[in-house]
C-alpha cells in the first residue's frame, strides 16, 4: 500500500508542477479580463463589482475609435499579402529544386530569429528616407515583414508532407499546371495556410516592436496607444481595449476557421 | 518470484504444473463495447501459450491487461498465487517484448539489456554477467558496445528478447515479435524463439495474427474471437478438431457448410446435396467443415476410388498456382464455391483442371469435421 | 526534393513561386538592413545628425562605453537565464499536454499554452503590470500573509523583467518540447516499466534524454528571442533597465543618435548570432555524447 501511495504520490506532483505553469501561463490574462469590468478607477484585485464603465468610456472615444479601424484595417491588408507571397513561397521552398532554395529558406525564416529591435530600427531608418513613417502603407509592409515568416513556416510544414505523386496523377490526368496547383496542390495547403493567416492575423493585431518606432501620431495601432498609455497611466480602460484586443485574436480565429469551412464547401 | 534462466537444464514445459498464471473473469472496455471477455484462462508453468486470433479480437488488450497496461472493469489476473491486477506494470516482475522492439534509441545493446538489471541494484560484476549470458542466448555476444539503430530488424529483435529475459521474468509477453521481419526472417527467428524457450524454461505468450506462427511455435493456442476465447488447445487439436466454425475457417480456412443430413451420407444444403459425409440420423441440422488441402478433383463420370464418396459436382472458378500448391475454387450447382488445395507433384501430374471445366469434389468422409450437430436450424451460411 | 526529374512534377522551377517573397524580402529586409550597416559606421554631427563619411568610432564607443557594452552583456545572461527558466517551466506543462489524449481538456491546454501568442505582447505584459504593481495581487498577497510590511516594489525590479519575458517567451520552448515528448514512442514507457523502472525513473532515464532535442529546439528559440525583446522589459521595467535593446531604444526616441544605435544594434545581432551557434554546438556536442 505504501507503494501505490508513492505513485499517487508522483503522479500528483506531476499534475501540480504542470497545473503552476499553466497558472503562470494564464494569470496576467485572467486579471486583466477581470479587472476591465472593475466599477472603479482602481485596479485592485479582485474588483469591487461589475460594470462595463471601461468599456463604454474607450468604445466612445474617437481617439480609440480611429485606432480600432486602423488595427482592423491592417489586419485585412497584411492578412491576404502574408498568405499569398507566403503559401508561394512555402511551395517552392518545400517542394521545388533550384539552386539557392536552402539559403532562400533561411533568408525567409530570418526575420523570426534578427532581434526585433533591429528591424524596428533598421525599418525606422529606410522609412525615414522615403517617406513611409506614419503612414498606412509603412505599417502595411512593417507588419507584413513581421508576419510572414509565420506564414511560410506554417504552409511550409504543410508543404513538405504534400506527396508530389498527387500532382503527377492529376496532370497524367489531362489537368494544366494552373489547375493542379488549384484542384490538388493548395488544398492539401489548407491546413498550413489556415495555421498561416490565423498568425498573420493575430501577429498584425498584436505588433508593438516595430510598430512603435515606424508609426506616428497618426497611425497609432490600438497596442501602440496601450504601450503608450501604460507607461504612464493604470487605470481599467488599459485593460477593457486588451480584454477588446484578445477578444479580437479570437475572433480572426473563427474568422478564419469559418472562412476555411466555407471554401471547404464550395 | 524470478525463476532462473535455467541455461544448464534444458527442461521440457512441464504440463502438469498448473495454476501458474490464472485469469478469472475478465473483462476490458466499455460496458457495451467488451473488447474482452474471459471466463478462464489458465497459463501453466513453462508452456508456450499462443493467443491467435483476426486484429481487433483482443488479443492486445489481453496481453495488456496481463502486463498491468489496461486495467480491466472486472476480474483478477493472478501470477504463481499472487493477485496482481491492481499493480503497476513495473511490480509484475514480467518481461516483455514488443512489436516494433521499443530498443532505448540512446543507449548501447549491453545499456538496453542491462537496463531492467540496474533497476535491480544489481551490483556491476552480476550485471555484467548476466548481460553477457543474455546476449549470448540470442547470439549477439559481439553486438554489445552497438546502438540499436546500428542493428538490422533481426538483431534489434534479438536484443528485446535479450532484454527481457535478462531479468528472469515468471512470464515473458510477446506482442506479435515477428511480424515486422521480412518472411525468411520471420521462419528462422520463429525456430530460434521455440529453441530459446526450451532451454531457458521461461512461460511465454505470444500474441499473434499469424496461424502458421502458432501452429508451429506453441505448445497451446488459444484461439480468441470478439473478446471471447473459442478454443484452447494443442496445435494439432485446434487444427484437426476445431471447436467452432470460426476456428475452423481461422485456422487453415477450411470449407463450411450447413445443412440436413440426408441419412444416406449426404447433407442437403438446401435443395443441393453433398454426399461423402460420415454417418448422421437422418434429418439432424449439422455444421460440418472439409479442409481445402483433403478435397481432391476428377473428372465427372471418372470412377472414383473405393473409400471416396461422391462428393459434389460443380464447375472449376479460378485456379492459381502457388508453387508447392495449386489453388482451385470450385463453383457448385447454387453458387457457392469450395476452396480446393492440391499438393504440387511436379511435371503437371497433379494440375487441376482450367476455369470452366466441370469437375466432381470428393474427399474421404473420415477427413469430414462435424463442428454442430443438431443444433437450431439456420439458413445455410457461405462456404469458401 | 523531389520533382527533379524534368517534365514529371509540378513544380519544376520552383524559385518562380519563391520570386515575391525574394523581392519583398530583398526590399524590406536586406535593404532596411544593410543601409543600417552602413549607418552604424557614420560620423555624427551637432545634434546627433548622421554626416557622410565613414568612421568606427560608433563601434568604438559601444565597446569602450559601460553604458552600452555592460548592457550587452547583461542582454546575454539574462536570456541564458530566461533560457533556463523556459525550458524548466516549459517541462512540465509540455508533459502534461503531450500526456493527455485528445479532449476537451488537452484542447483547453492547448489555448492556454498558445494564448500568449494569439495576444498582444503588450496586452501579455499589461497583466503584469497589473500583477505587479503596488496594489496587485502579488503585493497584496504578500501583505496579507505577513511576508512583508508593506508593498514592495516589484515593478521598475529586474526580476520583474525576468518573470515577464519568461512568460513571453515560455510557449516558445513549450511548443517544440511538446512536439518531441508526443513523438516518443509508447513502447518505450511501457518497456522500461515492463523491466521494473516506476515513473520517477522511467522518466528521467528514458524520457529527459530522447527529449532533448525538443530541449534544444525550445532553449535556443526562447534565447536568440530573449536577446531582442524590448517591448517587455520596457514596460515592466522601466527605460533605465540595462538591456541592449531598451538602450537601443533610448538612443532612437530620446537622444536621436541613430549611428549609435544602429551600431549598438549590430553589435546585439553579432553576439546573438555568436552566441546561439555556441549554444548550439555545446548542445550538439552534450547530444552526440548521448545518443552516438
Known amino acids: ?266 | 518470484m524470478e525463476p532462473d534462466l535455467r541455461l544448464n537444464e534444458p527442461d521440457e514445459p512441464d504440463e502438469r504444473a498448473a495454476g501458474h498464471v490464472e485469469i478469472e473473469g475478465l473483462a476490458a472496455g466499455y460496458e457495451g463495447a467488451r473488447v474482452l471477455d474471459l471466463d478462464r484462462l489458465s497459463i501453466r508453468k513453462g508452456e508456450f501459450l499462443s493467443i491467435l486470433g483476426p486484429s481487433g479480437c483482443g488479443k492486445t488488450t489481453l496481453l495488456n491487461s496481463i502486463a498491468g497496461f489496461v486495467r480491466p472493469a472486472a476480474g483478477r489476473i493472478v501470477i504463481d498465487g499472487e493477485d496482481v491486477t491492481g499493480r503497476p506494470p513495473y511490480r509484475r516482475g514480467l518481461g516483455m517484448v514488443f512489436q516494433n522492439y521499443a530498443l532505448f534509441p540512446h543507449m548501447t545493446v549491453a545499456a538496453n539489456v542491462a537496463y531492467g538489471l540496474r533497476v535491480r541494484r544489481l551490483g556491476k560484476a552480476e550485471q555484467a554477467e548476466r548481460v553477457g549470458e543474455a546476449l549470448r542466448l540470442v547470439g549477439l555476444e559481439g553486438y554489445a558496445e552497438r546502438r540499436p539503430k546500428q542493428l538490422s530488424g533481426g538483431q534489434q529483435q534479438r536484443v528485446a528478447l535479450a532484454r527481457a529475459l535478462a531479468i528472469r521474468p515468471a512470464v515473458l509477453l510477446l506482442d506479435e515479435p515477428l511480424s515486422n521481419l521480412d518472411a525468411k526472417l520471420r521462419r528462422e527467428m520463429r525456430v530460434e524463439l521455440r529453441a530459446i524457450q526450451r532451454r531457458v524454461g521461461t512461460t511465454m505468450v505470444f500474441v499473434t495474427h499469424d496461424q502458421e506462427e502458432a501452429l508451429a511455435l506453441s505448445d497451446r493456442i488459444a484461439v480468441l474471437n470478439g473478446g471471447r476465447i473459442e478454443q484452447l488447445g494443442t496445435p494439432d487439436e485446434v487444427y484437426r478438431r476445431p471447436a467452432t466454425r470460426f476456428v475452423a475457417q481461422f485456422i487453415g480456412a477450411a470449407n463450411v457448410l450447413e445443412g440436413t443430413a440426408t441419412g444416406t451420407g449426404g447433407l442437403d444444403l438446401g435443395g443441393l446435396v453433398v454426399n461423402a459425409l460420415p454417418g448422421l440420423p437422418e434429418g439432424e441440422r449439422a455444421v460440418v467443415a472439409i479442409r481445402p488441402e483433403r478435397v481432391r478433383l476428377t473428372a465427372p463420370g471418372t470412377a472414383a476410388g473405393p473409400e471416396t464418396g461422391a462428393g459434389v459436382a460443380g464447375t472449376v472458378g479460378y485456379r492459381s498456382f502457388a508453387g508447392d500448391a495449386w489453388h482451385a475454387e470450385v463453383r457448385l450447382a447454387d453458387g457457392r464455391t469450395l476452396s480446393v488445395r492440391i499438393a504440387d507433384t511436379g511435371a503437371g501430374a497433379s494440375d487441376p483442371p482450367g476455369a470452366g471445366t466441370p469437375v466432381v469434389a470428393s474427399w474421404d468422409p473420415a477427413d469430414v469435421i462435424v463442428l454442430e450437430r443438431g443444433g437450431a436450424s439456420r439458413p445455410a451460411t457461405e462456404a469458401r | 526534393m523531389t520533382s527533379a526529374v524534368p517534365g514529371t512534377g509540378a513544380v519544376r522551377r520552383g524559385w518562380w513561386y519563391v520570386l515575391p517573397l525574394a523581392v519583398f524580402l530583398v526590399a524590406l529586409f536586406l535593404v532596411p538592413l544593410v543601409r543600417l550597416l552602413r549607418l552604424s559606421f557614420s560620423p555624427v554631427g551637432p545634434y546627433n545628425a548622421a554626416l557622410p563619411g565613414w568612421t568606427l568610432s560608433q563601434y568604438a564607443r559601444v565597446f569602450t562605453e559601460p553604458y552600452f557594452y555592460g548592457s550587452l552583456l547583461r542582454t546575454a545572461g539574462t536570456a541564458l537565464l530566461v533560457a533556463v527558466l523556459c525550458v524548466l517551466l516549459a517541462y512540465p506543462a509540455a508533459y502534461a499536454l503531450a500526456r493527455r489524449r485528445a479532449g476537451v481538456l488537452r484542447t483547453l491546454l492547448f489555448v492556454i499554452v498558445i494564448s500568449p501568442l494569439l495576444t498582444s505582447v503588450v496586452v501579455r505584459t499589461y497583466g503584469w503590470v497589473v500583477l505587479l504593481s503596488g496594489t496587485g495581487v502579488v503585493n497584496r498577497a504578500l501583505v496579507a500573509t505577513g511576508l512583508r510590511d508593506q508593498p514592495a516594489q516589484l515593478l521598475t525590479s529586474y526580476p520583474a523583467v525576468v518573470i515577464a519575458v519568461t512568460h513571453v517567451l515560455l510557449p516558445f520552448a513549450i511548443i517544440p518540447l511538446t512536439t518531441a515528448l508526443g513523438g516518443l514512442d509508447r513502447n518505450l514507457h511501457r518497456a522500461s516499466q515492463t523491466l521494473g523502472a516506476g515513473p520517477v525513473r522511467t522518466f528521467l532515464r528514458v524520457t529527459v534524454p530522447l527529449s532533448l532535442p525538443g530541449v534544444v529546439t525550445g532553449a535556443l528559440i526562447v534565447f536568440a528571442l530573449a536577446m531582442g525583446i524590448y517591448i517587455t522589459p520596457l514596460l515592466v521595467g522601466g527605460v533605465t533597465q540595462p538591456l541592449t535593446g531598451i538602450r537601443v531604444y533610448d538612443q532612437v526616441s530620446t537622444v536621436f543618435d541613430y549611428p549609435v544605435a544602429a551600431a549598438l544594434s549590430f553589435a546585439l545581432l553579432a553576439l546573438t548570432v555568436v552566441s546561439t551557434a555556441l549554444l548550439a554546438g555545446v548542445f550538439r556536442i552534450w547530444e552526440r555524447r548521448l545518443h552516438g
Open chain 1, 1 to 266: 500500500m505504501g507503494e501505490r501511495a508513492y505513485d499517487r504520490a508522483v503522479r500528483l506532483a506531476g499534475v501540480a508542477l504542470a497545473a503552476a505553469v499553466f497558472l503562470f501561463l494564464i494569470a496576467p490574462l485572467v486579471v486583466l479580463v477581470v479587472s476591465s469590468f472593475s466599477p472603479t478607477g482602481s485596479m485592485a484585485f479582485p474588483p469591487s463589482g461589475f460594470s462595463l464603465r471601461w468599456y463604454a468610456e474607450v468604445l466612445g472615444s474617437p481617439d480609440w475609435q480611429v485606432s480600432f479601424r486602423l488595427s482592423g484595417l491592417l489586419v485585412l491588408l497584411v492578412v491576404p499579402t502574408t498568405v499569398v507571397i507566403g503559401t508561394l513561397a512555402a511551395y517552392g521552398l518545400a517542394q521545388g529544386s533550384f539552386p539557392g532554395r536552402r539559403l532562400l529558406t533561411g533568408l525567409a525564416l530570418s526575420p523570426l530569429m534578427v532581434p526585433e529591435i533591429i528591424i524596428a530600427l533598421g525599418l525606422l531608418y529606410y522609412f525615414h528616407g522615403v517617406g513611409l513613417i506614419n503612414s498606412l502603407p509603412g505599417l502595411w509592409l512593417a507588419h507584413s515583414l513581421v508576419a510572414l515568416p509565420f506564414v511560410v513556416r506554417a504552409v511550409m510544414v504543410s508543404a513538405a508532407q504534400l506527396d508530389p505523386v498527387l500532382e503527377r496523377a492529376a496532370t497524367s490526368l489531362g489537368a494544366g499546371r494552373f489547375r493542379v496547383f488549384r484542384t490538388v496542390t493548395l488544398p492539401l495547403l489548407r491546413p498550413g495556410i489556415l495555421a498561416g493567416a490565423i498568425l498573420a492575423g493575430v501577429t498584425s493585431l498584436g505588433e508593438v516592436a516595430v510598430t512603435a518606432l515606424v508609426a506616428g501620431a497618426n497611425t497609432t495601432t490600438v497596442p501602440l496607444r496601450v504601450f503608450s498609455a501604460v507607461q504612464y497611466q493604470l487605470d481599467p480602460s488599459m485593460a477593457a481595449v486588451s480584454t477588446l484586443l484578445m477578444a479580437a485574436s479570437v475572433v480572426v480565429m473563427v474568422v478564419a476557421d469559418r472562412f476555411a469551412r466555407i471554401s471547404e464547401a464550395l
